[in-house]
């Protein structure tokens, strides 16, 4: 019998583990290429630096790898290698967008599908307590800490799972475990996951990552007696959840119904988490509200806030620059973060656009993501894009950067000028994160 064949069109994530999970060891199927996109984290860069991925990962139905090929290629691989199916695996797109892709497949004479939780989530055996999200930056890794912070409290030895950014080489990348700077440091990490590993480090939590997450499960729950997972954009969790809580953030009211997989998580959540509720109008929250009544009317309704601190005298009367979140606001379409609410919140004398003066990959970022506003995406997926991080900053001139990214900035890229630092910590207001793990207690054992 003739092995259907199989493209996965991914952005070296998700991708990775819908191959793993479902067909690594799949005898009727080939996976002739994954394609990556221009438009999700690997694509940030220029073109993908992977080019495959090796078959010491791909196992031994694939001697040679498997070909990684650009996502504007799609038509001809389907002809070139006769594909049978093609299978979307990435996140924070919208409806439309995957039903475009889906329409070129179809065209060009392929099936089209999506891997459901059942077959790609996989089952620890210890409890796990999952974090994910209906859009890229609503506050997932600080709704994280909280749960992680809670349970240490409570006397439980927890680890950290974060969904993966493997942009490096694969083999080495196939399970990361980061404890301390040093760790980041020596991985030699982009800025965008050092955004979602630093804070959690700086609490004390050990941080798993990786390429293969059924080899990190092993690991981590040998060492950790309940996983906490941090997923990545608005992806579904990778392991079965005991606790399934998703974020939503109604400066963004509507997308939760609007986004993949963002609203599967929305339906599949045991608490729908409304964060940000301090800085957003009462009409989106309403909005946001309404539409998890409507959508997932079992889930639990938690208002939270997120508190903004940073050293204000710092900011007062200055003239700054203020740097963000780069997923946040590029695939997350969110016009500014915590470090534009800040500067306006401690008196920045004057908010300059970085705009007019940005160079190199930057000045390319402000053709593509023209709804951003006055702030400086941190991006850096390679030194040429931290290079022209720097030089946009200095040709700035500012008195000071504000820094809205979840790390620390100031350890990465080097400037003549103070960098203020923008924390934020979730508050929830009606149910505590507290009561959430009570009523759980029997089956996370606490």
Not at 29 to 56: C, D, K, M, W
Not at 113 to 127: E, H, K, N, T, W
Not at 434 to 441: G, I, K, T
């Amino acid at each position: 019998m003739n092995k259907a064949k199989i493209v996965i069109m991914g952005a070296a994530g998700r991708d990775f583990h819908d191959f793993n999970t479902v067909f690594r060891d799949d005898e009727d199927t080939e996976v002739t290429a994954f394609t990556h996109t221009t438009s999700q984290n690997i694509g940030e860069l220029e073109e993908s630096p992977i080019r495959r991925y090796p078959s010491e990962l791909a196992g031994e139905h694939y001697p040679d790898g498997i070909p990684i090929r650009p996502e504007t290629e799609l038509e001809a691989i389907i002809d070139e290698e006769n594909v049978d199916t093609v299978v979307f695996s990435y996140s924070d797109v919208s409806h439309e967008h995957v039903m475009h892709q889906a329409s070129r497949a179809l065209a060009a004479g392929a099936d089209f599908r999506l891997i459901g939780p059942d077959r790609m989530m996989l089952d620890a055996s210890v409890p796990v307590v999952a974090v994910d999200a209906v859009r890229t930056g609503c506050g997932k890794s600080q709704t994280t800490r909280k749960f992680a912070d809670l349970l240490r409290e409570r006397g439980k030895n927890v680890v950290i799972v974060r969904e993966p950014m493997p942009y490096g080489d694969l083999v080495a990348q196939r399970v990361q475990r980061f404890e301390t700077r040093s760790d980041l440091d020596e991985s030699d990490v982009t800025i965008e996951e050092r955004e979602e590993y630093e804070s959690h480090i700086e609490r004390g939590h050990v941080v798993y990552a990786g390429v293969d997450y059924e080899a990190i499960l092993d690991r981590a729950q040998r060492e950790a007696e309940i996983i906490v997972w941090d997923g990545g954009n608005n992806e579904l969790p990778f392991y079965i959840p005991d606790v399934h809580v998703v974020v939503a953030d109604p400066h963004r009211s509507g997308a939760e119904l609007r986004f993949h997989p963002g609203e599967t998580n929305l339906r599949l959540a045991d608490y729908v988490l409304i964060n940000k509720e301090n800085t957003a109008d009462v009409t989106d929250i309403r909005e946001v509200e309404e539409n998890v009544r409507q959508t997932n009317p079992e889930a639990r309704i938690i208002h939270a806030d997120s508190t903004i601190t940073a050293d204000g005298e710092s900011i007062a009367d200055k003239r700054v620059l203020v740097v963000e979140d780069g997923p946040t606001l590029t695939h997350g379409d969110a016009p500014h973060g915590a470090g534009l609410i800040a500067a306006r919140e401690y008196g920045a004398a004057e908010i300059i656009d970085p705009e007019p003066v940005a160079v190199g990959t930057f000045k390319r970022i402000f053709e593509t993501y023209d709804h951003l506003d006055t702030v400086l995406p941190a991006m850096g997926y390679s030194e040429d894009q931290i290079q022209d991080l720097e030089t946009t900053i200095r040709n700035a001139n500012p008195d000071v950067v504000v820094s809205g990214t979840p790390h620390d900035l100031a350890r990465v890229i080097d400037v003549d000028v103070p960098i203020v630092r923008v924390h934020y910590e979730l508050e929830a207001k009606n149910i505590p994160l507290d009561a959430v793990l009570e009523w759980h207690a029997t089956t996370l054992g606490i």
